[in-house]
């Protein structure tokens, strides 16, 4: 848990959801300013639907989901004002760099000179000024990641969904982009959610961790505490803390 941190962003209250026989069943957790939390799970578990109804793209069937004490369900997804990286970063391959950073600007009609402003200050901050006039196909991947998420905080977002955005990348540029994206939230004051497969990733990157297992949220402890939790059978078997039953 973050010391500092005060404000609650995120809340979400029951959020239930069916898509075909799957069922997000009853997630409840909240993430504070400041705040990283990780939430763990299989492949299928249910991760991405959780993100994606967060930002907007699904709306639950029962629930909530309160932005800085705000029912969000109802507001549509371009008007949240939340930042969504996904695994692949999603960058316009067509746009340099810079074009990518001020493209969310340049959408809410802020002045060309602002917007460079911005850009620069951004490109800064995450150490990309040199390659602000490349395109994405010429960058490495943690250069690349670095372009996505400085163009996810642009527009000054309080929140921000990653859907294991670090899962393609080597070990050492992991680490830096950890350090980084701390550092940031930090900084900027911004709730992140990250979803990931990788305990490793969960308990080094977030201060919280949650563990979904088929649609249902088992619980969510500081991420020091993981494998000490009193979690039940299953999710112990998940973490590896106890073999599954021989048949």
Not at 32 to 53: N, S
Not at 86 to 108: C, E, T, V, W
Not at 205 to 228: K, N
Request: glycine share 8%.
């Amino acid at each position: 848990m973050c010391e500092h941190a005060t404000e609650e962003i995120l809340r979400l209250e029951d959020v239930t959801l069916r898509r075909g026989s799957f069922l997000l069943n009853q997630i409840r957790f909240s993430v504070r300013a400041g705040e990283i939390v990780a939430i763990l799970g299989r492949t299928g578990a249910g991760k991405t639907l959780l993100l994606e109804t967060i930002a907007g793209f699904c709306r639950p069937e029962a629930g909530r989901v309160l932005c800085r004490g705000t029912n969000i369900c109802r507001i549509p997804l371009h008007q949240r004002n939340i930042g969504y990286l996904y695994q692949d970063f999603s960058l316009f391959p067509h746009m340099i760099a810079a074009a990518n950073l001020g493209y969310g600007l340049k959408l809410r009609r802020v002045p060309k000179g602002e917007i460079q402003k911005r850009v620069e200050t951004m490109a800064d901050r995450f150490g990309i000024r040199s390659i602000l006039d490349q395109y994405p196909g010429t960058l490495s991947g943690g250069e690349q990641q670095r372009v996505a998420l400085a163009r996810a905080l642009m527009v000054r977002t309080p929140l921000l969904l990653l859907d294991e955005p670090f899962s393609a990348l080597d070990p050492a540029t992991k680490e830096g982009l950890y350090r980084l994206l701390r550092e940031i939230c930090q900084e900027f004051q911004c709730a992140v959610v990250l979803v990931t497969h990788d305990f490793r990733e969960a308990a080094a990157l977030s201060h919280r961790v949650g563990v979904l297992l088929g649609g249902t949220l088992r619980g969510v402890v500081p991420a020091q505490e993981l494998f000490d939790a009193p979690w039940d059978e299953e999710t112990r078997c998940f973490l590896g803390l106890e073999a599954p039953e021989k048949e």
